[in-house]
């Protein structure tokens, strides 16, 4: 006979909460957010946020979740942000908003396994996903060629971006795409 015990009942599983904890720079101050809530349509039995990776959309903390067919982002919108004392954040569900990026069956294919890169355009409705796809070089040589897309969020549309008309370019000529931000921290003027 064993003593062991399963402690975790089904009850407590949903009761769990998984918090992303954060750090101020202008009030140096840390804070818990707790993450979205998931349908559970979407869970399966090894799910957890560990397989999500975090990124800036907009200004505002995004979630990201890659899958063979789509992108699936969470934008948190910081309601709270007034209440500066609270070390854990009352935001709530309403707080994050839910987005998702489908690629045409057609890429489906050429992306399965691809790690996507997101890049928010600063003060616009764009998000650039970039990506690496395998392609056949000299002498059957095994090259890797970026991809960019054109995600519009207002209209809901994906385009695959052509640069200076090169439809992809080889990973050996080192594209990099990245956005640019004034400055990490707005300082205020203090008379």
């Avoid at 957010?33 to 975090?54: H, R, T």
């Avoid at 899958?67 to 500066?84: A, C, G, L, Q, Y």
């Avoid at 650039?128 to 207002?154: P, S």
């Amino acid at each position: 006979s064993s003593d062991i015990e399963n402690v975790e009942s089904s009850d407590e599983k949903e009761d769990y909460t998984e918090w992303i904890m954060a750090f101020d720079i202008g009030s140096e101050k840390f804070r818990m957010i707790p993450v979205p809530p998931v349908p559970k349509s979407e869970q399966d039995e090894y799910f957890s946020f560990n397989e999500f990776s975090l990124s800036v959309v907009d200004g505002c903390l995004a979630i990201i979740r890659q899958t063979d067919r789509k992108v699936k982002m969470w934008i948190f919108r910081d309601h709270s942000k007034e209440n500066e004392t609270s070390i854990t954040s009352t935001s709530s569900e309403k707080d994050w908003t839910r987005l998702s990026i489908k690629f045409p069956s057609e890429l489906t294919i050429k992306l399965r396994r691809s790690v996507i890169y997101v890049h928010s355009v600063s003060g616009m409705d764009q998000i650039i996903l970039e990506t690496y796809r395998n392609v056949y070089g000299h002498g059957n040589r095994n090259v890797k060629a970026a991809i960019f897309f054109n995600y519009d969020r207002k209209k809901k549309t994906l385009r695959k971006l052509e640069i200076n008309g090169i439809t992809s370019i080889p990973e050996v000529c080192r594209a990099e795409c990245s956005t640019s931000i004034e400055s990490l921290l707005s300082v205020g003027k203090k008379l």
